[in-house]
């Protein structure tokens, strides 16, 4: 059982920077790919970006390549997203998410064996 835990999230003006981080819990957080999530109000859950078990392949949604950065430290067993020029559209609930399978199949379908349970991001204009 893997346990994840969201933090840093908040409010932020337009063009700030913010990082998010995922605290897992356990001893084999090396053993999963990880993924954050984000879901606007009205909106489906969508992608944002994916990290490999080694740190060595990252993946973006458009929306965010070039302005986002996923990260993680496997001592640490945590996972990061640096997010840079923020936008208004940015503005969700940010979920991070752990699969012991395929990360392309963790990004494509969303489907995870762990999730955590969300921090806010606002954005204000």
């Known amino acids: 059982q893997v346990q994840l835990v969201e933090s840093g999230g908040g409010l932020v003006q337009a063009g700030g920077s913010l990082r998010l981080s995922c605290a897992a819990s356990?001893?084999?957080?090396?053993?999963?790919?990880m993924g954050w999530f984000r879901q606007a109000p009205g909106k489906q859950r969508e992608f944002v970006a994916g990290?490999?078990?080694?740190?060595?392949?990252?993946y973006y949604a458009e929306s965010v390549k070039g302005r986002f950065t996923i990260s993680r430290d496997n001592a640490r067993g945590t996972a990061y997203l640096q997010m840079n020029s923020l936008k208004p559209e940015d503005t969700a609930v940010y979920y991070c998410?752990?699969?012991?399978?395929?990360?392309?199949?963790?990004?494509?379908?969303?489907?995870?064996?762990?999730w955590g349970q969300g921090t806010q991001l606002i954005v204000s204009s």
């Open positions: 998410a752990a699969d012991s399978g395929d990360i392309v199949v963790l990004i494509t379908s969303g489907a995870a064996d762990y």
């Open positions: 356990g001893r084999t957080f090396r053993t999963y790919a």
């Open positions: 990290i490999s078990r080694s740190g060595g392949t990252t």
